[in-house]
């Protein structure tokens, strides 16, 4: 005979159960989620060159003050190889958790491994923290070469097929500036004996050298070899402190020309689009982080003391400018190929 007090009381055991966990389970998704420890453990951060170079000056030194204000050790890595492609199909294929930071000369280096050396990646596939140091370009002379001014160069140019030498670091902007000044004034692009490097340093030697009869690079790198430049052009829309050269434009005025204006280097921080999706608090923290201490002053003497940029624009400007670069050298990248 079914011991009917017993049955209740299972059953009643039973409701009160599934009830309690329906309770538990509906409070757990009321209350907010637990905070996240993150940073918990030593972030590491990707170079996508090697030692010494413009990016691994910039992420050494900013390592450590970017460290204090996580609270964790922050180690840099250097993955150099094939124009940055190397670092950044790291950086995509590595947990997408925060704990990967990317540091670069963006443009043009990323721009070009995609628009000429068949990455499998877009820009859109990473999203960038901070710009922090921007570099112009600067177009110049060994002093010994008896060039003066642009015009004159560009005419030895179209005259004298193949006996002009110049220097350029290969896929850089001062590349696309060389080939583009060329486009513009009409002249084959065969008749220049262009000398690519893969380090701005040894472009900087070949001139200073007298090697080759110009160079087109980075400005502020090239301070060092002042002594043996004649400098023709600064790629800006305006003159700048450092060198005593007309804005590009200005200085191809005599000739009728103008051309774009190409933003040189741009070099700073990004994580992978992907993981500011899933961890939009984590790309915050380290935001804030390389904002805190570009805000510091010891940081920015330091910077300055090591001729390096140390400017916070912010992610959204960034990006914008990330992708205003492609598209400027999607139109031109014909004249790299």
Do not use: C
């Not at 996580?70 to 704990?99: E, F």
């Not at 004649?230 to 005025?253: F, S």
């Amino acid at each position: 005979m079914l011991n009917t007090s017993s049955a209740s009381l299972s059953f009643n055991i039973k409701s009160i159960l599934v009830g309690a966990t329906a309770a538990i389970a509906s409070l757990s998704m009321a209350l907010p989620a637990v905070a996240d420890d993150f940073p918990s453990r030593p972030l590491n951060m990707v170079v996508g060159f090697g030692t010494g170079g413009s990016a691994d000056r910039m992420a050494r030194m900013m390592s450590g003050p970017i460290s204090e204000e996580l609270g964790v050790p922050v180690q840099v890595t250097n993955r150099p190889g094939a124009g940055t492609q190397v670092a950044s199909n790291y950086v995509l294929n590595v947990p997408d958790d925060g704990y990967t930071v990317y540091a670069s000369t963006f443009a043009p280096y990323l721009t070009n491994s995609i628009l000429t050396g068949d990455a499998e990646f877009s820009v859109d596939d990473f999203s960038y923290i901070n710009f922090q140091w921007f570099d112009l370009d600067l177009i110049a002379a060994n002093k010994d070469s008896g060039y003066e001014d642009l015009p004159s160069l560009l005419e030895a140019i179209r005259e004298e097929e193949g006996q002009v030498r110049g220097a350029v670091v290969q896929g850089s902007a001062g590349h696309l500036m060389v080939r583009l000044l060329l486009d513009e004034a009409g002249i084959p692009q065969d008749n220049l004996n262009l000398v690519t490097y893969n380090s701005g340093g040894e472009a900087r030697s070949a001139v200073a050298g007298g090697q080759v009869d110009f160079v087109s690079i980075s400005a502020q790198g090239s301070e060092g070899i002042r002594e043996f430049l004649t400098p023709l052009a600064i790629v800006n829309d305006e003159r700048i402190e450092q060198w005593d050269a007309l804005p590009i434009n200005e200085a191809l005025a005599p000739m009728n020309l103008e051309v774009p204006v190409l933003q040189g280097s741009m070099r700073g921080f990004a994580v992978t689009s992907e993981m500011e999706r899933q961890h939009p608090e984590r790309f915050e923290k380290i935001s804030s982080a390389i904002q805190s201490a570009l805000a510091r002053k010891d940081v920015q003497e330091q910077l300055e003391r090591n001729e390096m940029g140390g400017v916070w624009v912010g992610p959204e400007r960034s990006n914008e400018l990330m992708r205003e670069n492609y598209q400027v050298f999607e139109k031109y990248a014909h004249l790299l190929n």
